[in-house]
């Protein structure tokens, strides 16, 4: 499904029900709108339940202020209509109360958006719009003031957040996104100092990636094997996407198709979306043309080539072990038998070992230690398979929140060296 194809209609109710299945608004909370070509103004309206809005309940209001539509408009209206007034080259306008962003705007703070990558990506800097009275001008004038200086999204004073974009998929992607670390920064200051990227670092990052050449790709060359791995591969990333351990416009999969060739995930379709033929071929280093592969191919590619056991790669920012990443920390395998006997020792990387030090990489993840938590940037893993490298960044990310969790229940006690070894005999590790 390609939301350029989509009526304001559709895509706002299709966005806002994401919002709420996913926890980031409540039913009275939360108001999108997008800005059409004509200058109408499509929005979510007021008093209705987010959880069983749908499209015809979205409202129009024309560019000479008549209201089209079933309800009234959001009573937020007139802070929406005020930023795109003060940013023509904004089209869409995400506002709600997400748990996280909600507790910086309550602590009068905004999110450190150089934790990882896609949050500075993304967001840049974040304005900090002071309070005003929900649904007044007054609100409006604030809010529009910090759109005027630049910034793409900005904290409401003990409130909430509103992200601008040019359509609503890039507004929502800013908000997944901030929301996303919001929680992680929440959760880094319980187990350490966080750690932001440098200015170097951002660069480094922004110039690592070199285009790949191309070659044509043909449906009939595709195997059999091809074709399970496509089928698969998308599931697992949708099922990633819904179990919240990659975002819309994050996390990267990969699976070997053969000793020259993988498929991984394209860059940046959404992943909630992805099917079987969005996934992009690389062989020999090659890339199927027309597709946009995921900027980590070189790094996986580098595994692959290093490491013929391995099947099957992860990229992931789950918000528990991203915050391990914040502060630069190992998520501690030796409290958990499960974790320990699934993803033995985690290794530490520095940020930028994923971008230009693939040997390092390569000599890291192994089957037998499969995961490490790259600084400011993450999870990576390797598996045998797909389901078996999903299951791994699973259980990583299970071992993350418990460990955290237990930080103010008098923090985690390690396993002994005697129970480990004692693992290790029964599991043959
Ligand atoms: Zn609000």
Redesign the pocket.
Known sequence: MNYEYMHPRDELALTLERIYNYKMTTTS???LSILDDNGDIWITPARVDKGQLTPKDIVCVRKDGSVDGLHPPSS?FPFHKAVYEARPDIRSVV???PMALVAFSCAHKVPETKAFPTAWNSNGKVGFAPYGV?GSADLGAKIAEEFRKGFDSVI?EN??VCCGGRNLQDAFNRFESLELCGKALIKANRIGEPGFLTEEQIRMQKKSYCKPAAFEYATDMMCIKEKELRCELAKFVKRGYRQRLLTGATGTFSARIDEDAFLITPYPLDRQMIQPEDLVMVRKGKVQRGKNPSRALHAHRAIYEANPDVQCIVNAQPVNALAFSIVHKKVDTYSIPESYVFVGNVALLPFEVSFNDYERLSETLTLKNPAAVLENNGVMLVGRDILSAFDQLEVLECSAEAIIDSQSIGGHVPMSQETIDELCDAFNL
């Open positions: 909370g939360g108001n937020e506002h709600a109360h929900p409401l409130h909430g």
